[in-house]
Nanobody
Framework: QVQLVESGGGLVQAGGSVRLSCAAS????????MGWFRRAPGKEREFVAA????????YYVDSVKGRFTISRDNAKNTVYLQMNSLKTEDTAVYYC??????????????????WGQGTQVTVSS
């Protein structure tokens, strides 16, 4: 069992930066692949970024490539999402998730077993 708690969301102007954190409970954090998803108002939840359990592989949705960076610190049981050059269309509730995936299915929400409660990021113009 893993419990995930996101933090770091808030209101930011377009072009600004925010770093989200996701703290995991338990001693098995390093055995999970991690991901970030988001749900914008009126839209389906979508994949944003993923990182493998050892941090060696990372993946991003095309719309955030070059702007967002996912990382993890297994010693601190924490995964991060550094978000730069934010756009109004990045406004959403951001969720971190833990599970197990391969290079072919990291973007599928059904590959993740545990989810946080979400943190709101609002980007103003």
């Amino acid at each position: 069992q893993v419990q995930l708690v996101e933090s770091g969301g808030g209101l930011v102007q377009a072009g600004g930066s925010v770093r989200l954190s996701c703290a995991a409970s338990g001693r098995t954090f390093r055995s999970y692949d991690m991901g970030w998803f988001r749900r914008a108002p009126g839209k389906e939840r979508e994949f944003v970024a993923a990182i493998s359990r050892n941090g060696g592989s990372t993946y991003y949705v095309d719309s955030v490539k070059g702007r967002f960076t996912i990382s993890r610190d297994n010693a601190k049981n924490t995964v991060y999402l550094q978000m730069n050059s934010l756009k109004t269309e990045d406004t959403a509730v951001y969720y971190c998730a833990a599970g197990g995936w391969s290079s072919g299915n990291y973007f599928r929400s059904d590959r993740y077993d545990y989810w946080g409660q979400g943190t709101q990021v609002t980007v103003s113009s």
